[in-house]
């Protein structure tokens, strides 16, 4: 999929990006790719704080360590269990400790910040700036070199040791206050410290020697040629639990990887997560893997395996002393599109509806902002409307739509528009203009941006598929999945997968990762939403690499929500959270509350738009569904007795209320109000055919699969169940599900049993 792209774009442009100085464009199919921003547009910011070696990569942005590529005081790096930050002093390790901090809304944010770390240092030189100089799929190497010398620190998600390295002399170790160091009995390697109840180990080389310089400084004697020390954070602090870490101590990582398989027969995703070590002493070991919940949840392959455990700010992390292991998740399938409702009075209401919504769609396509963001949200929006149409039988209303979108859309691809397009080949970035939310200064929020243009081409190309063609608009498209979802780890014009974190399973929005907390992700559900745009463009394509990283991308990040934004489960929030979910996620803490307003209407929404047909996963819970809903009304009464009110007051009621649909149908039809407020990337028509779908199919049904990429099930609360199946492709398919019934789908059709 990009390598044609590549010969296409960057060789057309590689002479031009390294003298151009005004903005200028290359050709991409029918679209046209600009080389530089123009006048007056947002330069975007270089990630200077690289080794020479990753200067020549795609800048790894919108990562859990990305802070270091762009600060020359990065933020501390939220590896789990342990934190760790780079300083003018030294490596700072850290074990964080829950913290209860209230808030003006009255409730609660869980923080485990960085705190009261232990300091590393070399003894003979002082560190230099901090650079990443190597990357896995889940693990990193930073250098802080000056000049010859060099202190290169090595960690990995989940791994509770952090590996340094110094090219020569010492190592010194300073304590925090209050802190207290011993030498763990007859193994004069291991430094064992208790800092206020929160346990450490140092663990060196064999033939170096520790010895305390004062009260609160230790210094490691490092051998010649061994000029290694590994820091630990310890779950608890008994003797046997310092014997297992001592076990793993000289077991480096040095290389991590991620694959995934999807098996579609059973409708199931495997993901095998490695890692590469060595032997630093002695006999080798394996390395010490730590499992977040959902690795561990519901996982046989690793049940009876595990050890100690971790509270953190993700729950329970389990210790697995493995080199190895697999997850194994179900797809549950979506369609693009659900077919005409049938009941005779809401079909009526839905047709003056569908009228109404056609005449204000031009406007609706950009009701709010100005930037590629809504523009995006914008085309989707009509699209979701088109289906409707479509589908309860008004075919030159489609038309229309459907060519009102392609313009649009068209004149964003040539730059003629409303705005334009950029590839920066030397940070292997796309930016888009007009910026907002800090696109560009700050490469925020790339998936929820690009993921909203790639869904959009994807439903135009199931109408027009020449449409998408290369030679016409595909490229581009093309150029923004490889902008957030390149699977390439070398040699690419990308970062391999930008936003996505495969360890910890969902996506990260900040791009330069700034802030105390770590990165962040707000809006889950957008992630959802470009990942499922990926999958429709794979299918149209024939593209079954492409269509099993979306499907990859999808699962897991649905089940990280379920964990971390729901806790569906139970594992995760503290006691002491008080609201259902969460709606901002950091690297080091989570919180009831958005980047832009405190209104519980919108704190809550925002990890449930878009909703679509692909939203089903929503209504996994039934039950959790009613009880968030529910919880609208106490948080809203105490947003108002501190004076403040939702503008308007039922602000997004149609969300809500088609959310409820995913639980329960006839709730969610009695609670939305035709005329009330609607979010702005839906329209009247689309949340009603929605709703009235669900009450006519049943809600989804996750207990049965199928045996192709879209798909889904409904239930009834008689038990009767409903199936659909699309067929993206040029010849008929017959579609079985796991309960034994089956189907067969034409070309470019929606099957319905």
Not at 207 to 234: C, D, H, I, M, R
Not at 658 to 682: C, I, Q, T
């Amino acid at each position: 999929m990009i390598s044609a792209l590549r010969t296409c774009l960057l060789l057309a442009s590689v002479s031009l990006l390294g003298t151009v100085v005004t903005a200028q464009t290359v050709p991409l199919g029918a679209a046209s790719i600009y080389t530089a921003p123009k006048k007056g547009d947002r330069e975007i910011p270089p990630a200077r704080f690289r080794t020479p070696t990753m200067l020549n990569t795609p800048a790894q942005t919108s990562q859990w360590y990305s802070t270091v590529l762009y600060s020359a005081k990065p933020e501390a790096l939220f590896v789990q269990p342990m934190t760790v930050r780079p300083t003018a002093a030294g490596l700072e390790v850290a074990l964080p400790v829950k913290e209860v901090q209230p808030t003006e809304r009255r409730d609660v944010e869980i923080r485990y910040p960085h705190a009261a770390p232990l300091l590393i240092a070399p003894a003979a030189f002082a560190p230099g700036q901090s650079k990443l100089a190597q990357r896995g799929d889940w693990s990193v190497a930073i250098s802080m070199a000056r000049e010859a010398d060099d202190m290169t620190v090595h960690v990995a998600r989940g791994v509770p040791y952090a590996l340094v390295r110094i090219s020569r002399g010492d190592a010194l170790l300073t304590l925090p206050s209050g802190a207290s160091a011993q030498v763990h009995g007859t193994d004069t390697r291991v430094l064992r410290v208790n800092a206020k109840g929160v346990h450490y180990a140092v663990f060196g080389p064999s033939g170096g020697a520790w010895k305390q310089n004062t009260e609160a400084q230790w210094q490691l004697q490092l051998p010649a040629g061994k000029g290694y020390l590994s820091a630990a954070v310890l779950p608890d602090g008994a003797d046997a639990t310092v014997a297992l870490f001592t076990r793993h101590a000289y077991t480096a990582i040095v290389d991590t990887r991620v694959g995934w398989k999807f098996d579609r027969a059973s409708s199931t995703v495997e993901t095998t997560f490695s890692a590469t070590t060595q032997a630093l002493e002695g006999a080798p070991a394996s390395a010490l893997l730590g499992l977040y919940p959902h690795h561990w949840f519901n996982n046989p392959s690793v049940a009876d395996k595990l050890g100690p455990a971790f509270d953190t700010v993700r729950g329970k992390i389990r210790l697995l002393a493995a080199n190895e292991f697999k997850t194994r998740l179900t797809y549950n399938g979506f369609v693009p599109y659900w077919p005409a409702i049938a009941d005779p009075t809401r079909k009526a209401e839905l047709a003056e509806l569908t009228k109404a919504d056609q005449r204000n769609a031009r406007r609706m396509m950009l009701e709010e902002g100005k930037g590629p963001y809504w523009q995006g949200k914008g085309l989707q929006r009509i699209l979701k409307l088109m289906d409707v149409v479509e589908q309860e039988g008004d075919l030159a209303g489609r038309d229309r739509l459907l060519q009102m979108v392609q313009k649009r859309a068209e004149s964003w691809f040539t730059g003629e528009g409303g705005g334009y397009f950029y590839y920066d080949k030397k940070e292997g970035t796309v930016a888009s203009y007009p910026e907002e939310f800090f696109t560009v200064e700050q490469l925020n929020d790339h998936h929820f941006t690009y993921g909203y243009w790639i869904r959009a081409a994807a439903e135009i190309a199931m109408r027009d598929p020449q449409w998408a063609s290369t030679e016409r608009w595909g490229g581009i498209v093309d150029l923004l999945i490889g902008d957030i979802a390149t699977a390439q780890r070398e040699g690419a014009p990308f970062p391999f997968l930008r936003n996505f974190d495969p360890y910890e399973g969902h996506s990260w929005a900040s791009g330069i990762g700034m802030g105390e907390m770590g990165n962040n992700q707000e809006s889950s559900s957008e992630a959802i939403n470009a990942w499922v745009g990926l999958i429709l463009w794979a299918e149209i394509k024939g593209d079954t690499a492409l269509r099993d990283l979306g499907l990859y991308l999808y699962t897991t990040e649905v089940e990280a929500i379920k964990h971390y934004w729901f806790d569906i489960h139970g594992l995760v929030f503290a006691p002491e959270y008080k609201n259902i979910e969460v709606s901002m996620l950091f690297g080091g803490m989570y919180a009831h509350n958005t980047w832009w307003i405190d209104d519980p209407r919108q704190i809550k929404g925002i990890n449930l738009l878009p909703i679509t047909t692909a939203s089903a996963y929503l209504g996994f819970d039934p039950n959790f569904v009613k009880k968030n809903v529910a919880s609208l009304g106490p948080e809203t009464a105490i947003y108002n007795a501190r004076g403040r009110y939702a503008k308007p007051p039922d602000i997004w009621q149609d969300l809500f209320a088609k959310y409820l649909s995913l639980a329960d149908p006839d709730a969610g039809l009695a609670s939305w109000n035709r005329w009330g407020s609607f979010e702005l990337g839906d329209t009247r028509s689309h949340a009603l055919h929605f709703m009235q779908s669900l009450k006519e199919m049943g809600t989804p049904d996750f207990g049965v699969t199928a045996n192709t990429t879209l798909y889904a099930v409904f239930k009834r609360v008689n038990g009767q169940r409903s199936y659909l199946a699309y067929n993206a492709g040029k010849s008929p398919i017959t579609v079985n599900f796991s309960d034994g019934k089956s189907m067969t789908v034409q070309a470019g059709q929606l099957g319905r049993l």
